[in-house]
């Protein structure tokens, strides 16, 4: 059990993620001491044209490499595909750990990640996807998202599909008790994605994103800073990335540091 020196003993952290995914930080937040408060501001349904999504996969062996941009599309990618199978004989490349993590949990080898930072970018930066000329990718994905990571592999002369296994939705939250509790449970509001962080102002109305504004908040990107920043919020606190630990570690140093601000936030 947690003492009350833990590093976050007494800090009310709001949890945003997916309800299917947001369990692991919510235990790792409670094993240093912290309460975690769920409020999920994002949804993953099917894909909006399973038709399409089916035709795209029976063409997997025309394909040299696929990428899969999370564990999201990892798991409704298998469900797609029915027989992990079919992906033996294509390299595969992630752009994440954890992403990496739940294909290798599926008893799947990956065969590129990327070094230090876990992005698109990053992945971009690896030797084997500079000479991609001629080779058909696939890339499993939810809907809309970045391209960046197409963009630039088609420019280097590869052909790109997309395949849209899942799809983000806003969920249906009356965001009524968890306002009503904010000023003394919420200390501090972790996102992890820029489409969380838009559904969760979407949700929380006027009143409750005056609130979000003025509460410290955590994500895990350059990006979502910068987005977080145009929605005029006042403390932003970085993560180093994206998986639990760090963000754990980012909330522990907020959280040791909480009374001198100019000291490595923002």
Same mark, same amino acid.
């Not at 993953?44 to 696929?66: K, M, V, W, Y």
């Not at 009524?176 to 102002?201: M, R």
């Not at 800073?225 to 754990?248: F, H, M, T, W, Y």
């Given at each position: 059990?947690?003492?009350?020196?833990?590093?976050?003993?007494?800090?009310?952290?709001?949890?945003?993620?997916?309800?299917?995914?947001?369990?692991?930080?919510?235990?790792?937040?409670?094993?240093?001491?912290?309460?975690?408060?769920?409020?999920?501001?994002?949804?993953?349904?099917?894909?909006?044209?399973?038709?399409?999504?089916?035709?795209?996969?029976?063409?997997?062996?025309?394909?040299?490499?696929?990428?899969?941009?999370?564990?999201?599309?990892?798991?409704?990618?298998?469900?797609?595909?029915?027989?992990?199978?079919?992906?033996?004989?294509?390299?595969?490349?992630?752009?994440?750990?954890?992403?990496?993590?739940?294909?290798?949990q599926a008893g799947l080898a990956v065969d590129i990640?990327?070094?230090?930072?876990?992005?698109?970018?990053?992945?971009?930066?690896?030797?084997?996807?500079?000479?991609?000329?001629?080779?058909?990718?696939?890339?499993?994905?939810?809907?809309?998202?970045? $391209? %960046? =990571? @197409?963009?630039?592999?088609?420019?280097?002369?590869?052909?790109?599909?997309?395949?849209? *296994?899942? /799809? #983000?939705?806003?969920?249906?939250?009356?965001?009524?008790?968890?306002?009503?509790?904010?000023?003394?449970e919420v200390q501090i509001v972790t996102t992890t994605?820029?489409?969380?962080?838009?559904?969760?102002? $979407? %949700? =929380? @109305?006027?009143?409750?994103?005056?609130?979000?504004?003025?509460?410290?908040?955590?994500? *895990?990107? /350059? #990006?979502?800073?910068?987005?977080?920043?145009?929605?005029?919020?006042?403390?932003?606190?970085?993560?180093?990335?994206?998986?639990?630990?760090?963000?754990?570690?980012?909330?522990?140093?907020?959280?040791? $540091?909480?009374?001198?601000?100019?000291?490595?936030?923002?």
């Amino acid at each position: 059990m947690p003492t009350s020196d833990a590093e976050l003993a007494g800090t009310g952290v709001l949890v945003t993620r997916a309800a299917h995914q947001s369990t692991p930080l919510c235990e790792l937040i409670r094993s240093h001491g912290g309460e975690p408060i769920t409020f999920p501001a994002l949804e993953i349904c099917g894909p909006e044209n399973p038709e399409l999504t089916r035709s795209q996969l029976d063409r997997l062996d025309h394909f040299d490499l696929a990428i899969f941009i999370s564990p999201n599309a990892v798991n409704h990618g298998l469900a797609a595909l029915e027989d992990k199978a079919r992906l033996n004989g294509l390299k595969i490349a992630t752009v994440g750990k954890s992403t990496a993590r739940t294909l290798e949990q599926a008893g799947l080898a990956v065969d590129i990640t990327p070094i230090g930072r876990f992005d698109s970018e990053s992945l971009l930066e690896r030797p084997e996807l500079q000479q991609v000329k001629g080779r058909q990718i696939i890339i499993f994905r939810g809907n809309g998202g970045r $391209t %960046l =990571l @197409g963009d630039t592999l088609r420019q280097r002369g590869a052909a790109i599909t997309y395949t849209e *296994v899942y /799809r #983000r939705t806003c969920p249906a939250a009356d965001p009524t008790e968890l306002l009503n509790s904010w000023p003394t449970e919420v200390q501090i509001v972790t996102t992890t994605s820029i489409d969380i962080l838009n559904n969760l102002v $979407t %949700l =929380l @109305g006027r009143k409750g994103a005056d609130k979000l504004r003025s509460t410290p908040l955590l994500v *895990v990107s /350059r #990006r979502m800073q910068s987005a977080a920043q145009k929605l005029g919020c006042q403390n932003i606190i970085l993560a180093q990335r994206a998986d639990d630990p760090s963000i754990v570690e980012a909330l522990c140093t907020w959280a040791a $540091t909480k009374n001198h601000p100019r000291e490595g936030f923002y």
